[in-house]
């Protein structure tokens, strides 16, 4: 069993920073990847983007790229999203997923941390 709590959400306005973290605890060690993804009221939920657990190349969807980094401390078991020049667009609920292979459905998710950009 893995265990994903997330933080760090917030009101904010555009253009503002904000810095999300989730915490892993359980059998975490052994995935393959963790992720962040969200999903906006009445829209389907979102890759944002992926960090690989035993390295650090990372993948970003095409909306975040350039302002948002996703980072990891292996020592606290803690994934991050830094999340800078906040569009209204990126209001959400934001998740961290773990998975334990190289493709195809993430296998634990946290309970999510409501990020909320006004203009």
């Known amino acids: 069993q893995v265990q994903l709590v997330e933080s760090g959400g917030g009101s904010v306005q555009a253009g503002d920073s904000l810095r999300l973290s989730c915490a892993a605890s359980?059998?975490?060690?052994?995935?393959?990847?963790m992720a962040w993804f969200r999903q906006a009221p009445g829209k389907e939920r979102e890759f944002v983007a992926r960090?690989?657990?035993?390295?650090?190349?990372?993948e970003y969807a095409d909306s975040v790229k350039g302002r948002f980094t996703i980072s990891k401390d292996n020592t606290r078991n803690t994934l991050y999203l830094q999340m800078n020049r906040l569009k209204v667009e990126d209001t959400a609920v934001y998740y961290c997923?773990?998975?334990?292979?190289?493709?195809?459905?993430?296998?634990?998710w946290g309970q999510g941390t409501q990020v909320t950009v006004s203009s």
């Open positions: 359980g059998r975490f060690y052994s995935s393959f990847s």
């Open positions: 960090i690989r657990w035993s390295a650090a190349d990372t």
């Open positions: 997923a773990v998975r334990f292979s190289s493709a195809g459905q993430y296998d634990y």
